[in-house]
């Protein structure tokens, strides 16, 4: 705990801690010092001098920015000497400053201008120096405008860029009066700048505006603001959205309040267009001789209820199977299992998660007890040492990566691993670039040189692991065969790099480790998390503030949805559906005899797919997902979902997927319902209704309700989604504590169990969740992939995601400021290689599979191995699932995206 | 009859600068042999009592920094740093200091960094300063060689690294923070103050920042000891300062005297007076943020309690002299046109109040009540300016004022 301390200012005695900066402490306590430059989030800057104020025992004037408190310190803030300084300060400034406003952004500096009289021209001492000035214009970025001449040279941009986003991209060109703002080199759009928008947000006077929505926004027109959470990845940002005519118009992050503190990306900020898109799904439609017809909800739902019924019937409830959707709310994915549990009859209910955090879940479950992040979004910053493997970061969840560069800067140790480059490897310690496909022998080599090295944890080993050493013995037994030489053999990592990395990891005071779909999405997904799991326990690198293990995840609700029971094998909270007291527990909560609930587990997510290949499954209902671009194989799957007998697909746009429908149903977007998320570090999270549906669009949970009623079946009567999730906090124990008031101004992180509980900030402090409330070692070894290069397919493909496309871009492709960063796939080959095949930059190539084919555009970098070769998998006209197989992980069912023997070839 | 006293120029002449044998010869080095047979505590007490201030124009104490230095914190690694910037408008002491003898600024750094308990250094040296970096590095390069500098310095425990870096021609970053803003490849922009560098300086570190004049005191107090060196000065200014003096002057150039000679003494001795046919009308001391004084000043002894005493400053230790034919509204203009241009433009109050005195210095010919106006801006900027550099160009105004107010009039 922080010492308090006691002040006083203008006569006011005010407590604050110790070393606090006093000008905050000040506006904390309603003592309005103005000030332009300083900003809660940066380093004070000390450049407007409107802060000034008086120190007892100093001499002149202080910044009271530029001081942090000191007990006993006393303060005048205001008197005549000081408030002419400021009042001639604003004055000098309004000499070289433009005051034009065209409503669009709030001016900080007009109100003081206001606030000292300085709107009268009388009041000013100067002309303006402006003309002289030649202040410059800068638009060339996609989604902002610069203009010098409203700039008032605060720092705040700069600092915002570099010390908020990490970035370190803008900075002053020239000196003095006539200094401006540029971007890397001087023009924004040739520079780093990847459209955050920190900088717009922090800018006081409007000299850096967004140009979405520029003609259109009139802040005195704005009829509501709404905060909601960030409708694209797991990191849960919270958004305020600016309401106009019915349409959102802006959107900022919320300053002080978690996760992002106001931080966002370019996807929270300029992503939010699609809703308000023309092709937006507006009526149900129902396919009759091959075409889509516009119907009636009525008629839509009794088809699809007698459908549903009619097979159920017909080939038994088996034969039905649905995939929930880590795109929508909780409320509406706990429906969705309770409909499937409930009128299928079944445990057929799974979504993406199992295509990409399966196999982690999986191995964390079995270790653990827990499939969650273990820490929050903050500790990224605060911890000693990061450990990043298979995770491009910076891209896939770009706020926590801000954190990130602040605990960098702030001198981090941070060890990255992936067979490609990405952009944390500018910031990382060391770098570790495996062969794809080797990490269990990478990590069992990691492991080796610690036990060696004797860099364990004796104590934890002893206390925390189940059969300690003995448990210990079983994995150094198969560590023993995965010396340096051999692990350089196997992964062509250096031993020195292997020792360093080691080396760090196990002797950081704190570490954290972040690990991503390059270790999950393989037939090896469950080891490869197992393996990192056994050297995170024998480092005793977890339970304790700021150790553990993370996997950040990828959209909004992937946690939540699991959380909440989308899950053929758990209902909601994580307890076992084959448990008869967990079967007998949900049965009396919902209010249906024991024996209706299916005891069997359900399906996954792939198993579903191929299930309907072989003609077992003959229904399926999916909400808001697009397997034929997400799912692997992609011409089974679509071989698939073209002999199926009953689709039913309910989603915000046509899809991929959509094509081959029988009824497709109009969908709410995150932007139009209330409800709750689940973000990356378990913080529960409001989504509020900022906009209206179009057309004839319903919320998901409404659509999944008619449908049941439709086929004479209770899954209960709800008024609102909070209704809804009042029933969620009593099904899921997690959640026992959290509810809408609660989760009003903050969201809460689960584990929660009761109404006192203030949530869990970091797991395992106590204990695991396993039986024995010890963490289990899994030792494994390194086992060659099955699928390999051959002469055929010389290449490996390794595929991902980019900052700013989303998911299979259903979204993120209807947002032009989201498009004009890159809307086009291509396919990243050393160039080696590519001098051996003739494959020159910017080339048109087709690289094949033995599953399939595509064509792309080839990008000749070194940021990938030779022999390998990476694809945003984002661009559905470029599907790199038509490349890879549906081969599973035994264990997790997860497939593996990140490894497929390919052949490119030039167009 | 006045004679110069030299410490930081004794060996200049005597030497091959480029020859650290020939230095050695003559003494080089044997400040810091002294200094390694003491405890560093005990160095630290006899720079206190030196009365050494600093000649970078502030004039701080410089045994009380080493002091807080040395004491600020134990763990850190702590950093000597000299400034070599001199930026100082008719400043060129450090160059020739530089230029003829660069082994006594090694010697002086090294015994700064042995007393306060440094292992890295740096010199941080004016970019257009050709001959003084190639001799720089050449001194650092033979110091090396010769145990001088490197670990186990002449067997001892200590060790002691440096480095030459080269400024970029701004002003500004001879201003200590901004200074190290720079060395830590940080655009030039000053720093808040506290913390001082003492405190954190280089890269968050404690960091003794001092101007080359000062390290050059620093070898011979050890050498002739207190005694010797309290007897130079006056009672409040010890030692030797070196004056460059500019204008129409028989003999412009360098003076290294005791601290106390007079104004007159510099000019009419040492300088050999007034060029033929000019006649002595004032001067600026100390560079463009220093003090203007006429000639009924000019038996002021140079030291920092008698200037003190009539309002004026000893700055760098620039005289710029001005005669009879010197269009004294042009002199002030270019001065705040200096400032103008020098202005980083991070504050408020320099950024703007820079450009407005430098407009109104323009209707100085005739607007003359304007002086009034321009004093006023400029002791509003001195009040909240964030650095010197915006808090100086009053200095100027105001003294320009109480000399030559009739200088406007008379226009
Ligand atoms: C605008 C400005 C320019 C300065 N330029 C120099 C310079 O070129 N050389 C120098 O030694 N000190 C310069 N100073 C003074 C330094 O900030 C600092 O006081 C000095 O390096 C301390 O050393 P000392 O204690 O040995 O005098 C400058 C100060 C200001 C405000
Ligand atoms: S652009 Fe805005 S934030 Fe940046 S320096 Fe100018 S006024 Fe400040
Ligand atoms: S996409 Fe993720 S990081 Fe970006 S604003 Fe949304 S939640 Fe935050
Ligand atoms: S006083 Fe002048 S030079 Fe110093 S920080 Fe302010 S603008 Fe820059
Ligand atoms: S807020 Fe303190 S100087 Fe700007």
Not at chain 1, 163 to 179: C, H, P, T, Y
Not at chain 1, 551 to 563: E, S, Y
Request: charged content about 25%; glycine content about 8%.
């Amino acid at each position: 705990m922080t010492k308090l301390v006691h002040i006083e200012i203008d006569g006011l005695s005010v407590e604050a801690p110790e070393g606090a900066n006093l000008l905050q402490v000040a506006r904390n306590n309603g003592i309005d010092i103005p000030g332009l430059c300083y900003h809660r989030k940066l380093t004070p800057t000390g450049a407007c001098r409107l802060c000034v104020v008086k120190i007892d025992g100093q001499q002149g004037l202080s910044m009271s920015c530029s001081l942090t408190v000191k007990d006993g310190m006393k303060v005048i803030s205001f008197d005549e000497e000081i408030e002419e300084n400021r009042r001639r300060t604003l004055d000098y400034l309004l000499a070289e400053h433009n005051e034009e406003s065209d409503n669009t952004f709030s001016d900080e500096m007009a109100v003081l201008v206001n606030r000292y009289g300085l709107d009268k021209k009388e009041n000013r001492r100067f002309g303006s120096l402006l003309q002289n000035l030649n202040a410059p214009i800068d638009s060339s970025s996609p989604v902002l405008t610069y203009d010098a001449s409203k700039c008032i040279k605060c720092f705040r941009c700069i600092k915002a860029c570099a010390e908020v986003q990490g970035k370190n991209i803008l900075s002053f060109a020239d000196r003095g009066i006539s200094k401006y703002i540029v971007a890397g080199y001087g023009v924004w759009r040739e520079s780093e700048c990847d459209g955050c928008g920190e900088c717009i947000q922090l800018c006081p006077t409007g000299a850096i505006v967004e140009k979405q929505h520029r003609n259109t926004i009139q802040l005195d027109k704005i009829e509501k603001k709404v905060i909601t959470t960030c409708p694209y990845c797991g990191v849960g940002c919270q958004l305020e959205l600016l309401i106009q005519d019915g349409k959102i118009v802006r959107s900022n992050g919320v300053e002080g309040v978690l996760p992002n503190d106001g931080r966002l990306c370019v996807k929270g900020r300029f992503g939010y267009e699609y809703a308000e898109s023309k092709s937006r799904l507006t009526t149900p439609l129902i396919r009759k001789n091959g075409e889509f017809v516009e119907s009636s909800w009525d008629e839509a739902l009794e088809l699809i209820a007698n459908k549903f019924n009619e097979i159920k019937l017909r080939d038994g409830k088996n034969a039905l199977a649905g995939y929930s959707s880590a795109k929508c709310s909780n409320e509406d994915n706990y429906l969705f299992q309770k409909f499937i549990r409930l009128a299928f009859e079944n445990n057929n209910v799974d979504y993406c998660t199992r295509l990409c955090h399966a196999s982690t879940v999986t191995a964390m479950l079995k270790a653990m007890g827990d499939g969650a992040g273990s820490n929050s979004i903050q500790d990224f910053e605060t911890t000693d040492c990061l450990f990043v493997i298979g995770n491009n970061i910076i891209e896939t969840h770009p706020v926590t990566a801000t954190y990130i560069k602040r605990g960098h800067n702030r001198g981090q140790k941070i060890i990255v691993v992936d067979p490609r480059w990405t952009p944390l490897v500018k910031y990382a310690d060391i770098w570790l670039q495996p062969k794809l496909g080797t990490d269990v022998a990478l990590l069992n080599g990691l492991m080796h040189i610690i036990i060696r090295e004797g860099w364990i944890d004796k104590n934890f080993i002893e206390e925390r692991i189940e059969r300690g050493f003995e448990a210990f013995d079983e994995l150094k037994a198969v560590t023993d065969g995965y010396s340096p030489e051999e692990t350089e053999k196997i992964t062509s990592v250096p031993q020195d790099k292997l020792f360093e990395a080691a080396r760090i990891y196990a002797n950081a005071p704190t570490a954290m480790i972040a690990t991503g779909m390059g270790m999950s999405q393989q037939t090896v997904g469950t080891n490869n998390v197992f393996s990192l799991l056994n050297m995170c326990f024998i480092t005793g690198q977890i339970g304790r503030e700021r150790c553990g293990i993370n996997p950040p995840r990828g959209q909004n609700n992937v946690q939540g949805a699991t959380d909440v029971g989308a899950s053929p094998i758990n209902y909601p909270g994580y307890i076992p559906v084959i448990n008869d007291e967990n079967r007998r527990r949900m049965s009396a909560l919902w209010n249906v005899e024991y024996e209706k609930l299916d005891p069997k587990p359900g399906l996954t997510t792939i198993e579903i797919m191929q299930a309907i290949h072989h003609g077992s499954v003959k229904a399926l209902y999916i909400m808001g997902e697009n397997p034929v671009v997400t799912d692997p194989n992609q011409n089974h799957t679509i071989e698939a979902l073209e002999n199926i007998e009953f689709l039913v697909v309910q989603d915000v746009f046509p899809t991929e997927t959509s094509k081959y429908a029988h009824v497709v149903l109009p969908a709410s977007s995150l932007f139009e319902k209330d409800g709750t998320v689940a973000n990356s570090d378990r913080r529960v999270l409001r989504l509020r209704k900022a906009v209206e549906m179009p057309g004839q669009a319903r919320e998901d949970w409404k659509i999944i309700l008619d449908i049941a009623e439709k086929m004479g079946v209770n899954i209960g009567s709800y008024a609102n989604a909070e209704d809804i999730f009042t029933e969620i906090a009593q099904a899921t124990l997690i959640f026992g504590g959290i509810d809408y008031s609660r989760i009003d101004h903050e969201g809460i992180q689960w584990p929660c169990p009761d109404k006192n509980h203030p949530g869990t900030a970091t797991l395992f402090l106590d204990k695991f969740n396993t039986p024995t409330g010890r963490a289990k070692l899994h030792p494994v070894e390194y086992i060659n992939q099955k699928e390999r290069a051959s002469e055929k397919y010389p290449f490996i493909m390794n595929s991902g995601r980019i900052l700013n496309q989303f998911h299979s871009a259903t979204l993120s492709r209807k947002n032009e400021a989201l498009n004009v960063y890159g809307n086009e796939s291509y396919v990243l080959i050393h160039p080696d290689d590519a001098a051996k095949l003739s494959i020159k930059d910017g080339l048109r190539v087709v690289v094949e599979s033995v599953r399939g084919q595509l064509e792309t555009a080839a990008r000749v970098v070194d940021e990938v191995a030779p022999g390998e070769l990476f694809m945003p998998w984002h661009f559905s006209e470029s599907p790199v699932n038509a490349l890879t197989r549906d081969e599973l992980d035994p264990m997790s069912k997860i497939a593996p995206f990140k490894y497929s023997a390919v052949n490119i070839r030039v167009k | 009859m006045i004679q110069e006293t030299k410490i930081g120029l004794a060996r200049l002449g005597k030497i091959d600068p480029e020859n650290i044998n020939d230095a050695i010869a003559l003494g080089a080095y044997d400040g810091l042999k002294i200094a390694l047979s003491l405890n560093p505590d005990e160095i630290l007490v006899r720079y206190e009592s030196s009365g050494l201030r600093g000649r970078g124009g502030a004039g701080f104490p410089t045994g009380l920094k080493q002091k807080f230095t040395s004491q600020s914190c134990a763990e850190c690694q702590k950093y000597v740093v000299c400034n070599a910037d001199e930026g100082e408008p008719g400043t060129f002491k450090d160059r020739t200091i530089m230029q003829n003898d660069p082994h006594l600024l090694i010697e002086g750094m090294l015994i700064a960094a042995y007393t306060i308990g440094a292992s890295k250094g740096f010199i941080y040296i004016r970019g257009e300063y050709n001959l003084s970096i190639h001799r720089i590095r050449k001194a650092i390069a033979d110091a090396s060689s010769n145990g001088f500098l490197g670990s186990n310095i002449l067997g001892s425990d200590f060790s002691f690294e440096l480095e030459l870096r080269l400024g970029a021609g701004s002003y500004l970053c001879g201003e200590e923070l901004t200074l190290l803003e720079s060395l830590e490849g940080k655009r030039g922009y000053p720093r808040i103050k506290p913390p001082f560098p003492a405190e954190k300086g280089l890269w968050g570190n404690p960091t003794l920042i001092n101007n080359v004049e000062t390290f050059v005191q620093l070898p011979a107090i050890l050498i002739n000891g207190l005694d010797w060196y309290t007897a130079l000065g006056t009672s409040e200014s010890k030692g030797t300062k070196i004056f460059t003096i500019s204008g129409r002057v028989n003999r412009p150039g360098f003076y290294e005297v005791e601290m106390g000679t007079t104004l007159r003494q510099l000019i009419e001795v040492l300088a050999g007076g007034m060029k033929d046919g000019y006649s002595f009308a004032g001067a600026l001391l100390g560079g463009a943020a220093g003090t203007f004084v006429d000639a009924s000043l000019l038996d002021t002894p140079m030291a920092y309690e008698t200037l003190k005493a009539i309002g004026a400053t000893m700055g760098s230790g620039a005289i710029i002299v001005l005669d009879n034919t010197t269009d004294k509204i042009d002199f002030l203009q270019n001065i705040l046109e200096f400032f103008k241009h020098e202005s980083c433009g991070k504050c408020v109050p320099c950024r703007i109040g820079t450009t407005l005195l430098s407009e109104m210095a323009s209707q100085l010919k005739t607007n003359p009540e304007i002086l009034q106006k321009m004093i006023d801006e400029a002791s509003y900027m001195a009040r909240t300016s964030l650095c010197p550099l915006g808090q100086s160009p009053v200095l100027p105004l105001k003294s320009f004022e109480r000399y030559f107010a009739t200088a406007i009039t008379n226009v």
